[in-house]
């Protein structure tokens, strides 16, 4: 009203009288706005408001111009203060779009304003695999299939996680694969070949990590050399568990979950939520850290489907890993200062939809590998700094982007 009665008459804020007499000559003023004019007003306010909103209200992209703005408003953000990296193993197009229809055409992905495109070859083959796909993203640098956080000559590399531990940061890793597999592993560990995952398992020692869970206890507890890590954890700390759902329960500020001897089951034989709830878990015990934290969650059995060439495997891991990633949403809207990026190492299988129908029914297809292949696989960012994420890019800049962002 005060502000329809200055668009209208500014001479009566223009001029010092009486207050009873200005508010009363304020309500005739407003009484005698046309329409057309008030209308005008509604628009001018809401405008304004809808400027000022907070992100999450702005994230629903209907048009291209809608996602232009909130770009826009991105990129004028701050460095982000957390940055979550999702990695769905082996999820090209294909496994999204079989996932989404048989989801009733709908997924997660759908929220996030940028996408772009990842180049996936290694140093030296075409066909990425886990390791090198890892690698890449952990360490910027492309390297050799097999390896894990070493370059092509074999030295160490420095991963972002263990750059942003010694930034003060928090970090964690969950994975529906043991905690030692390849993708996990080139974040913490420093070994020539992934087969090596007690080698791989005892550099988890040395990170210190605030929280991991997946499977793989196996490399943990009954290995070779006769020593137990999980004591040394719980020594060193950290609360342990091999139950996830138990779990969920720990006050403790670091924490252990192996919740399967090495991958754990597939989530159509009973393996339930892990991965979307514990990363809800993982996201309360990281928040803690007033400097931020770094959080990786893989969907590392997109692959396996892929690798079974089983199309329904597929699909329901793909399902399992959007729930996760609907979760992390929730979380960055909230928070407003947490970057997602959301990828894939590489594609596998080959996929290609030829089944299904627009009910959603019998959603599938076929393969034409058993194994990877080197097909762009795409990138979807959201939060402060995700308009960074758009365009053609190798894998190796996802790392580049994320620390240039974070001012490292
Ligand atoms: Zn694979």
Redesign the pocket.
Known sequence: MVLAAFFTCPKYFLTKEDPQRHTFRLFLAALTLSEVKLKVLILLLGYCLWGQGPLEAQVKPSSPRDRTQVNRRMSREVKPRNVILMIG??MGLAQITAGMYANGNRIALEKFPVVGLVKTASARDLIT??AAGATAYACGQKTYNRAIAVDTNRRPLRTILELLEEEGYSTGLIATSSITDATPAAFYAHQPDRKMQEEIANDMLKVRVEVFAGGGRRYFEARSDGRNLLEAFRIMGYDVYTDWRQALGSRADRLVCLAAEDGLPRVSEGRGPFLPEFTVKSLEILNRNPKGFFLMVEGSQI??G??ANDDQYIISEMLDFNDAIENVLDFAMKDGQTLVVVTAD?E?GGFGLTKGNLKGENIGGEFVTK??TFCMVPVFAYGPGADKFSGIMENTEIYHRIRKLLKL
């Open positions: 193993d082996g695999d886990s692959d396996w892929g690798h590489h596998t194994d990877h």
